[in-house]
């Protein structure tokens, strides 16, 4: 199983689990990171941090830290 870090710039992938416990994970859900939903890798910053997404027709920046709790396919 991947993760949403290690998802190359310009591939599109669908989100299969949300890891992590508590505030984080109720907050990477209200930004819209939920299962079966469709996420585009627009960019990657130099240093890997953060990453921008396309998530249901917005960009949405996350941390890398973050994106490693969310496991796509």
């Known amino acids: ?3 949403l870090n290690e998802v190359g710039i ?7 689990k949300i890891t992590g416990e508590g505030a984080t994970k109720r907050r990477i859900m209200d930004m819209g ?8 890798v627009r960019k ?4 890997g941090d953060p990453i ?3 998530v249901r027709g917005y960009e949405l920046s996350i ?5 490693e709790l969310i496991e796509v396919l």
């Open 10 to 16: 310009g591939e599109t992938v669908t989100i299969s």
């Open 1 to 3: 199983m991947r993760r």
């Open 33 to 40: 990171l939920v299962k079966n939903v469709k996420v585009l």
């Open 52 to 54: 921008e997404l396309t």
């Open 44 to 47: 990657v910053a130099p240093l």
């Open 63 to 67: 941390r890398k830290k973050d994106a």
